[in-house]
């Protein structure tokens, strides 16, 4: 069983910076593909950045350039930075991690992130 946390959002003005923590609980961090995923109101879940085993990365094309995701398997945590934030960015954060072994998956409760002026 794997608890994630979310930690790190916040109100912050259009071109500023966050950075979002997702704390796991459990073992095997280190096996685990970890996602974050955005939700704004009236809209469905989105893809935001992907964190493999290895250490490899990808973006969505709306965050590219601006956010990194980044992971500490020695801290079981895996960060996202977002820099040049936009207002568009607005939503609930959520962080995924789904286990290459077993295949089970799980997600956080999510982080309120807002960008407004």
């Known amino acids: 069983q794997v608890q994630l946390v979310e930690s790190g959002g916040g109100l912050v003005q259009p071109g500023g910076s966050l950075r979002l923590t997702c704390a796991a609980s459990?073992?095997?961090?280190?096996?685990?593909?970890m996602t974050w995923y955005r939700q704004a109101p009236g809209k469905q879940r989105e893809y935001v950045a992907r964190?493999?085993?290895?250490?490899?990365?990808t973006y969505a094309d709306s965050v590219k350039g601006r956010f990194t995701i980044s992971r500490d398997n020695a801290k079981s945590t895996v960060y996202l930075q977002m820099n040049s934030l936009k207002p568009e960015d607005t939503a609930v954060y959520y962080c995924?991690?789904?286990?290459?072994?077993?295949?089970?998956?799980?997600w956080g409760q999510g982080s309120q992130v807002t960008v407004s002026s």
């Open positions: 964190i493999s085993v290895g250490g490899g990365t």
């Open positions: 459990g073992s095997d961090f280190n096996l685990y593909i």
């Open positions: 995924y991690a789904l286990s290459i072994t077993t295949r089970q998956d799980y």
